[in-house]
């Protein structure tokens, strides 16, 4: 198994440029979620998912979009970023939400908006 | 909403020296999860307590959840220069898994 995988790697943007952050997860977990990582403030949670079809917002919602079309995929889209959106972000997965099941984390993406 | 604060924020520690970081809520807690992140890595999950008043070991790491499921620490019995790194605890508010600020920890050759 891949586990989580997150693409891509690194990434810069001009601000209002869109794009999309990629996760997959072949572990068959029904929960996913996106954080992002800024230095001195841990990992804050933009959106999760408990299984396909579902998604909710976290503690830092605005700006992003995410969907959950199948089980495996959970894409982080930036419609028009801003400086204060360079960060590293890092998708996780795991069993069952609910039942709070250990967290996968993907490599991260590292994102600068210039 | 639920938020678990954590302390220290930086730790600075000889080798062979203890450490030990703690995590506090204002809320009864379901369960808590710690993880470690080493620099440049990802979060990597180490355990999950459940139970009020439970303790678990992993080798030199002691893990405890408080009577009253407010509390939990780490203790790391004397450091090594692989225990670097950055430990946080994870609380659940529904559905949501919420992160520490997290405990960086350093260590001395």
């Known amino acids: 198994n891949a586990g989580v995988t997150q693409t891509p790697k690194f990434q810069v943007l001009k601000t209002g440029q869109s794009m999309t952050l990629q996760c997959a997860q072949d572990?068959?977990?029904?929960?996913m979620s996106w954080y992002r990582q800024d230095p001195g403030m841990g990992l804050r949670l933009i959106h999760y998912?408990?299984?396909?079809?579902?998604?909710d917002q976290g503690e830092v919602p605005n700006g992003y979009n995410v969907s959950r079309s199948t089980t495996e995929d959970f894409p982080l889209r930036l419609l028009s970023a801003a400086p204060s959106q360079t960060s590293v972000y890092f998708c996780?997965?795991?069993?069952?939400?609910?039942?709070?099941?250990?967290?996968?984390f993907g490599n991260g993406t590292r994102l600068t908006v210039t | 909403g639920q938020q678990v604060m954590q302390i220290p924020q930086y730790q600075h520690v000889q080798e062979g020296e203890d450490f030990t970081t703690y995590c506090n809520s204002s809320?009864?807690?379901?369960?808590i999860q710690w993880y470690k992140q080493r620099p440049g890595g990802h979060p990597v999950f180490l355990i999950q307590?459940?139970?009020?008043?439970e303790v678990k070991k992993q080798k030199r790491l002691t893990f405890q959840f408080g009577e009253a499921k407010k509390n939990s620490s780490l203790h790391i019995t004397a450091t090594q220069t692989t225990d670097v790194g950055t430990y946080f605890c994870?609380?659940?508010?529904?559905?949501?898994?919420?992160f520490g600020q997290g405990t960086t920890l350093q260590v001395k050759p």
């Open positions: 996780a997965s795991s069993y069952e939400g609910r039942n709070n099941s250990p967290l996968h």
């Open positions: 307590l459940v139970k009020s008043g």
């Open positions: 572990m068959n977990h029904e929960y």
């Open positions: 809320t009864t807690l379901s369960n």
């Open positions: 998912s408990v299984g396909a079809g579902i998604t």
């Open positions: 994870v609380s659940s508010n529904t559905g949501k898994l919420i």
